[in-house]
């Protein structure tokens, strides 16, 4: 098989603006397609070099069957300097940009994504942007509503390392690590103090007041009186004694 000189693998780049497990509708519009944006190390030579030698090969076959054998005097390309700035709106680059090639690849084609050992990856969470990747992609000229240039398309991904998230996403870790020292222990007792604000208080055993007691009266003697006479319910009469009704 012949090798085909449009096609790149690139060596361990980072990954921004990654769509690659539902398909995103560009901004302009038009047709959802898979994509993700590719942060290129300056340093990495090897993968420059031959994205340069293939976006070259694209170009001659532009010239050869889109274009009508003219070459246009201006051609753009899909890399650029992320230490320019954004062809856009001429704004810079993000920091996360500075000391890399910036390109973006798509394809409405849903992409393979695997680990390592070349095992797909089947959880969506372990793939975003801000993760390490080798990515395959392919260059092809276009005309289209008057534009030539060149294009990159997406092919397959290979997750090679993680990394910190772009986009400003804080983990729930970072979010809720300073409230587990202050967690209380899963069995400790609770608290029927103050409720804290829109907390019910915790119900209370409830506090009545003393009853009144149930025996007789004791009246207290006067001094120089007699005691008073208690009068038997039954007979009408004084009593006589400790029982009543006799």
């Not at 390109?103 to 990856?121: G, R, W, Y």
């Not at 969506?124 to 390490?132: K, N, V």
Request: aromatic share 8%; glycine share 10%.
């Amino acid at each position: 098989m012949s090798q085909d000189l449009k096609r790149v693998i690139t060596g361990k780049v980072r990954l921004s603006y990654v769509h690659l497990t539902q398909p995103h509708t560009p901004p302009s519009g038009g047709e959802p397609r898979y994509s993700v944006t590719l942060l290129i190390p300056k340093s990495d030579v090897a993968t420059k070099q031959r994205i340069d030698a293939a976006i070259a090969a694209a170009i001659e076959e532009g010239v050869q069957k889109r274009w009508n054998g003219v070459r246009p005097p201006q051609i753009p390309i899909p890399i650029y300097d992320g230490d320019g700035v954004r062809p856009s709106d001429g704004m810079p680059f993000g920091p996360e940009c500075k000391g890399h090639w910036v390109m973006t690849a798509s394809t409405k084609q849903k992409p393979e994504i695997v680990d390592l050992n070349l095992n797909p990856i089947i959880d969506a969470t372990q793939i975003y942007s801000g993760m390490y990747a080798h990515v395959s992609v392919n260059f092809f000229a276009y005309n289209a509503a008057g534009k030539k240039g060149i294009g990159c398309g997406l092919g397959n991904v290979q997750k090679v390392a993680d990394g910190e998230p772009l986009g400003g996403r804080r983990s729930a870790a970072e979010d809720f690590a300073s409230l587990v020292a202050t967690a209380p222990p899963e069995n400790a007792q609770p608290y029927y103090g103050q409720p804290a604000y829109g907390h019910p208080a915790a119900p209370q055993a409830p506090v009545y007041p003393p009853q009144p007691s149930t025996a007789a009266p004791i009246y207290p003697t006067q001094p120089g009186t007699a005691a008073p006479v208690q009068i038997d319910p039954i007979t009408g009469k004084p009593l006589q004694g400790d029982v009543w009704g006799i």
